[in-house]
C-alpha cells in the first residue's frame, strides 16, 4: 500500500524463455501428498502462490499459464486432490484444461475454479474483468488469514468448480 492509500502495482517479472524450472513451492507439495483428502490449489503464477500460501492455503504454480508439468515431476502430484485457479482470461482457460488433461490419472481429482460462477454466487454486480486472479479475489473481498478457509467453502459448497 503507498503512502497515498492505492494499492503498488509491481511490473510483472520475466524470465528468459525456454528456461527450465521447477514447479515454485515443489518442496511443500510433496508433504501435501500426506493429506490426500485437502484440496492443493495449482495457480498460474508465483504472485497468487504467495499470496494463497499467505492465506494458508496448500499451493504450488508451474509458473506460468502455458506451461506444462514435466515429466520428472508428474509423480510429485500423484495422490493429489488438485483445483487449478487460473486467471479468468482465454490463456487462463486453456491452461487450466491442458494441464487437468495432464494430470488427469495422475491426480485424485482435479478441478477448475470457474470465477463467473464465484461473481454470481458473491453476488457481484460489477463484471468480472479480463485477467481476475486469485489476488484480485483477495483484494475484492479483503479477506483476512483466518477468513481464508471462505474461499475453500464457497468453491465445495457452491458449485463454482467446473
Not at 4 to 19: E, V
Not at 76 to 93: Q, R, S, V, W
Not at 118 to 145: A, H, N, R, S, V
Amino acid at each position: 500500500m503507498g503512502q497515498d492509500g492505492n494499492m503498488i502495482q509491481l511490473q510483472k517479472l520475466m524470465f528468459s524463455k525456454n528456461r527450465r524450472r521447477c514447479p515454485f513451492n515443489m518442496a511443500n507439495l510433496v508433504s501435501y501428498r500426506n493429506d490426500p483428502q485437502a484440496s492443493v490449489f495449482l495457480m498460474e503464477g508465483e504472485k497468487d502462490c504467495l499470496n494463497a500460501l499467505a492465506k494458508g492455503l496448500r499451493t504450488v504454480t508451474l509458473r506460468s499459464t502455458g506451461a506444462k508439468v514435466e515429466d520428472r515431476y508428474l509423480n510429485l502430484f500423484k495422490y493429489t486432490n488438485m483445483t487449478i485457479c487460473y486467471d479468468h482470461d482465454e490463456a487462463g482457460a486453456n491452461g487450466a484444461r491442458a494441464v487437468k488433461q495432464q494430470l488427469t490419472g495422475i491426480c485424485i481429482n482435479i478441478e477448475i475454479i470457474d470465477w463467473e460462477r464465484i461473481f454470481k454466487k458473491l453476488g457481484w454486480p460489477q463484471p468480472i474483468k479480463k485477467g481476475f486472479d486469485y489476488t484480485d479475489y483477495l483484494i475484492e473481498t479483503k479477506l483476512g488469514k483466518s477468513e481464508a478457509s471462505k474461499f475453500n467453502k464457497i468453491l465445495k459448497k457452491d458449485n463454482t468448480l467446473s
